[in-house]
């Protein structure tokens, strides 16, 4: 069972850093496009950043330059640099990716979650 696990949420002052981390577990055969959402209180669900296997990457405008999406794909795990962070980036962090498991069938795979609250 193919399964994304996210972790280095926590309480961050304002204009602190961190990293979170999210790794596919289970029967992989391939890994393409991965990436991070968020959804703050009372707010819909919205695009922070993705990367593709080729490390082609893409951010949303606001997170431009204080946040940097990598991946390790030997240890199928994506990572979310988060500088710079303001209290308006509080918020459910997401991670998501297209899988191919050992079935060969592809699907869009979503974690549980990490908090990251800032506090001003």
């Known amino acids: 069972q193919v399964q994304l696990v996210e972790s280095g949420g926590g309480l961050v002052q304002s204009g602190g850093s961190l990293r979170l981390s999210c790794a596919a577990t289970?029967?992989?055969?391939?890994?393409?496009?991965m990436g991070w959402y968020r959804q703050a209180p009372g707010k819909k669900r919205e695009f922070v950043a993705s990367?593709?296997?080729?490390?082609?990457?893409l951010y949303a405008n606001s997170m431009k330059g204080r946040f940097t999406i990598s991946r390790d794909n030997a240890k199928k795990t994506v990572f979310l640099q988060m500088n710079s962070l303001q209290p308006e980036d509080t918020a459910v962090y997401f991670c998501?990716?297209?899988?191919?498991?050992?079935?060969?069938?592809?699907?869009?795979?979503w974690g549980q979650g990490t908090q990251v609250t800032v506090s001003s």
């Open positions: 990367i593709n296997s080729d490390a082609t990457t």
């Open positions: 289970g029967s992989i055969r391939s890994i393409n496009r």
């Open positions: 998501t990716a297209d899988i191919q498991s050992d079935s060969g069938v592809w699907r869009n795979y």
